[in-house]
């Protein structure tokens, strides 16, 4: 495996680490288990809110910040990560809250949809903030502003010459 390989593997498999640490922390300082009903007033509250759209998306920002360009596609397993292996633990290991019963899955699951996209939103958002731009090509490339600007400078580079620096 060549080197730039293996450290993009690497750089992935990092970014998918912290993005998870991310959504884990952020439920844990929430104090919310999305997975639990407690009732329809006291489900979907602003802590709650927060733990679907707000968390996944800081997630999905440090994937995105982290890996670069191609964070986008990496953003969306941390939350799938993290919401699989909760809803498991209540499931299989750890014991529901009295007063509380086991989200469907259907309904988890499009919860998990939902984080899943707001990830998403973050993921994109922490690509534009490494690289300044969307997309793969350079703008220089596909903008015509940008054209203009690059065919400028290059003029300017030229005409002062080395001796004028």
């Given at each position: ?71 986008k ?22 014991r529901?809250?009295?007063g ?43 903008h ?22």
């Amino acid at each position: 495996m060549s080197r730039w390989l293996a450290n993009k593997w690497l750089r992935g498999t990092l970014a998918i680490a912290a993005g998870c640490a991310v959504n884990y922390l952020g439920d844990r300082l929430l104090g919310v288990r999305m997975e639990l009903w407690w009732g329809l007033i006291h489900t979907f509250t602003i802590p709650w809110v927060l733990d679907v759209f707000l968390v996944p998306f800081l997630a999905g920002t440090v994937v995105g910040l982290i890996y670069g360009l191609g964070g986008k596609w990496l953003c969306y397993f941390p939350p799938l990560i993290v919401r699989f292996w909760s809803y498991i633990g209540l499931m299989d290991i750890s014991r529901i809250p009295e007063g509380a019963s086991l989200l469907p899955m259907g309904w988890w699951g499009f919860f998990v949809i939902l984080a899943v996209e707001s990830a998403a939103f973050g993921g994109v958002a922490g690509e534009i903030l490494v690289k300044r731009t969307y997309g793969r090509m350079p703008r220089h490339l596909y903008h015509k502003a940008y054209q203009a600007e690059a065919l400028r400078r290059q003029g300017t580079e030229g005409a002062h010459g080395e001796g004028e620096r």
